[in-house]
């Protein structure tokens, strides 16, 4: 008789350890088909996305003669989109972000910095915001995160998780401006065409 007690409670140890391991199975195969169904919502609702970034060049044309104080009167600025070059060259080490439907963007953004004058290499005290615009020709929608920006780190890095406004339902030709508070381009993001 203590044989049979023994062995059924043998059997229910065994049985639980069992169901243990089953439920924790369960467990990771859950949270790993989760994991993957979020990112196959997420590459299906991105509706833009960028990786790698240009400096801004004030002057896309400084054609004629030079004024005795450096300056191009005949000058053409480098327009992009209707939205004006920061003063100065600057440059940017890296810059990456990604829009989805419902208008959130994230913005990564590494050495945004002065590339020209005395204050070369510095961040010049900015703080800086994004702008998506959708359209290849006038006229231009802003989509706009907050314009009261982020300051940028000493080193230029800089990151915005922010909301665009207005929200852009497409966007079939994306550029993606870095703009300080006083509204001028700093730097402008790649567009990620296919799989990248």
Do not use: Y
Request: a positive charge; hydrophobic letters at 45%.
């Amino acid at each position: 008789m203590e044989r049979v007690r023994s062995a059924s409670r043998g059997h229910r140890v065994q049985t639980k350890k069992d169901d243990e391991k089953m439920v924790r199975r369960a467990i990771v195969f859950l949270l790993g088909a989760a994991v993957a169904a979020q990112v196959c919502v997420s590459a299906s609702d991105v509706i833009a996305r960028f990786d790698g970034g240009i400096g801004v060049i004030p002057v896309a044309n400084g054609a004629g003669p030079v004024n005795a104080d450096g300056t191009f009167p005949n000058a053409k600025l480098n327009i992009v989109r209707g939205v004006l070059p920061g003063a100065g060259p600057w440059r940017i080490g890296e810059l990456k972000a990604d829009v989805d439907v419902n208008g959130r963007i994230k913005v990564r953004g590494r050495g945004l910095l002065l590339a020209s004058g005395n204050g070369i290499g510095s961040n010049a005290n900015q703080s800086v915001f994004a702008t998506l615009i959708c359209e290849a020709a006038a006229p231009f929608v802003q989509h706009n995160t907050d314009p009261t920006g982020v300051a940028l780190d000493a080193n230029g890095d800089f990151r915005i998780d922010d909301f665009l406004d207005p929200l852009p339902s497409t966007c079939p030709s994306p550029v993606l401006l870095i703009r300080n508070t006083g509204g001028v381009w700093f730097a402008a993001a790649i567009p990620a065409f296919g799989n990248d």
